[in-house]
């Protein structure tokens, strides 16, 4: 097995990074850049009738794009294994870089097949991209004169993510209005393929060559073989279960669809095998699985919460936000994005307020008839522009809200637990995840106010302030847990079946991308919207409960494995 301590170099100077985190740092966020400009889009362009878009039911869509975001984290668990073992860790970014960068150019050609092949080219390719970058980045910072430097590079690599993750939209929104759909999704493959062209030229960095490593497969390790034919084919053959027999025994789906039916079932089995890896355990190593699969099932009303950003969220900024620009936003935006009509970031709507929409006549034949903007059907008529131009601001902007966020609060929240940790008060891992469950669902609760201060949502938009301040206080949330996960499975799973556990991380945040994507599918069945965002903060908040009730235990777990809490 590679020792990365023993990689030939010379010691870094104190306090200063290798120029390898910065050729990371930058390839990282143009691929973030290309992965969350698509993903930030990719609900509206299926739901859109006006501009281009697949002009799905927005049922089909969430469907469509809940599906994807639970493959997309399915995929990294195998791709880390085959990097491993097999192709090491620059191959597999560039062969993950590679398909993604294809997938993203794909999308913008014509057809649904073509959809779905570029869908499924981003879903493979992120598997082999995504877990092996961060572990290169970890391999590099296990050399002995660089390990004290290994939070703090991190936090740097974080920051890039993000970055990659605000600007993005704005690109996204520019390209979309300007010229299209197709050429905003053309720009990520662009950025991605300059990820790459970064990483390309930088090849013969000696921290890099010397962290590229594979690791043989120790006695330990589960095979690829034993885990395909345990876990994958089992799942394989339960989702093609799910997707035939409710519908040709009950007459229709139990999910809402056949998509959601074999997802479900494919996570049966799946689920079942992670409980017999802890069933067969002995002593520490059952307590550690049993604590990481608790973990992991509360985790999924977190993720959920989070992977609203790109399904309920965006629902929402879409109908029910106030985006009408101010007039000093306006000007000062208008000289940077195009002006154009019903397309653009500074939208102009027709001056008659009218537009050709499809209707019924009395044969129940389609005809075309003049109706209102979609934008002001929950707008009382006296505050229609009246002959105005009116310009609105693109509802994937305000997808930059919690990378905005993270990149600020981060900078708060890293100090100020390094400041406790000096005085010995820093929270233990269970208790921040405990906090982060709390918090996650007070964001959800945000919404439910949202709602409660119009007359009705239906009638009336309201204030853009909502979603800045559920954005606010989700990312608190998300600095608390989100490094915690990873933590909880290095720290607590047997070392023979540490990839198979961080597996079971991935698989509740693939779960609750399709719980998101579901709960979507039905935004229009919950009349009253406070449910469905009270579903969530009930969700979090019986979590958190259920963490603060195994406190004790969690923390003794974590302390009898590693010494500490």
Avoid at 303 to 310: D, E, F, K, L
Avoid at 536 to 549: D, E, H
Wanted: proline fraction near 5%; aromatic fraction near 14%.
């Amino acid at each position: 097995m590679n020792q990365p301590d023993a990689i030939s170099h010379k010691p870094a100077h104190e306090g200063r990074h290798p120029k390898a985190l910065y050729i990371l740092f930058f390839t990282e966020m143009w691929e973030r850049f290309a992965y969350y400009l698509m993903v930030g889009i990719l609900l509206l362009y299926m739901i859109d009738t006006k501009t281009g878009g697949k002009g799905f039911d927005q049922r089909v869509g969430a469907d469509i794009v809940g599906s994807f975001i639970a493959l997309v984290y399915l995929t990294p668990f195998i791709g880390g294994l085959i990097a491993d073992r097999y192709f090491g860790y620059t191959k597999s970014i560039f062969l993950g870089g590679s398909l993604m960068a294809a997938g993203y150019l794909c999308l913008s050609l014509p057809g649904n097949t073509a959809m779905f092949i570029s869908l499924s080219m981003i879903i493979v390719g992120n598997g082999f991209f995504k877990p092996n970058i961060s572990t290169l980045l970890g391999i590099i910072y296990n050399r002995e004169d660089l390990r004290p430097l290994k939070d703090n590079a991190y936090n740097i690599f974080y920051m890039g993510i993000n970055i990659g993750a605000f600007v993005c939209n704005f690109v996204a929104a520019y390209l979309r209005n300007k010229y299209g759909w197709g050429y905003a999704f053309a720009a990520a493959g662009v950025g991605l393929i300059i990820g790459l062209i970064i990483l390309g030229s930088s090849l013969k960095n000696k921290e890099i060559k010397g962290a590229d490593v594979k690791k043989p497969i120790q006695p330990e390790d589960m095979p690829l073989s034993k885990i395909f034919s345990y876990v994958f084919l089992p799942a394989i053959i339960a989702a093609v279960i799910g997707w035939f027999v409710p519908t040709k025994i009950l007459g229709s789906s139990i999910m809402g669809s056949q998509a959601n039916d074999a997802f479900i079932f494919a996570c049966l089995p799946i689920i079942a095998f992670y409980v017999s890896l802890w069933v067969k355990a002995k002593g520490q190593d059952k307590k550690g699985i049993g604590a990481l699969l608790f973990i992991f099932a509360i985790a999924i009303a977190f993720w959920t919460i989070y992977n609203q950003n790109s399904t309920g969220l965006t629902l929402w900024a879409e109908k029910h936000t106030d985006r009408v620009a101010s007039p000093t936003t306006a000007k000062i935006t208008g000289a940077i994005f195009p002006m154009q009509r019903v397309t653009d970031t500074l939208r102009l709507v027709n001056k008659q307020d009218q537009y050709m929409r499809d209707a019924k006549d009395e044969n129940g034949q389609i005809v075309k008839e003049m109706g209102p903007d979609p934008y002001f059907v929950n707008v009382p008529k006296e505050q229609w522009p009246n002959g105005q131009e009116v310009k609105l601001t693109n509802t994937e902007l305000f997808q930059s809200i919690n990378p905005l966020f993270i990149v600020v609060l981060t900078l708060i929240f890293v100090p100020f637990f390094s400041w406790l940790r000096s005085k010995g008060k820093e929270p233990t891992t269970a208790s921040k995840f405990g906090m982060a469950m709390f918090i996650s669902g007070l964001s959800a609760l945000v919404m439910v106010f949202a709602i409660m201060s119009v007359p009705s949502i239906y009638t009336h938009k309201a204030s853009p302030i909502w979603l800045w301040l559920t954005y606010f206080v989700f990312t608190i949330s998300e600095i608390f847990l989100s490094p915690m996960g990873l933590s909880f499975v290095s720290k607590l799973a047997p070392a023979r079946l540490t990839a198979l556990m961080m597996g079971g991380w991935f698989r509740s945040t693939s779960i609750s991308g399709k719980v998101a994507g579901v709960m979507t599918g039905f935004w229009d069945d919950f009349t009253d919207k406070k449910m469905f965002f009270l579903i969530l903060v009930v969700a979090a908040f019986i979590g958190g409960i259920l963490i603060y009730a195994r406190i004790k235990s969690l923390n003794e777990i974590v302390r009898e494995k590693t010494g500490s809490a």
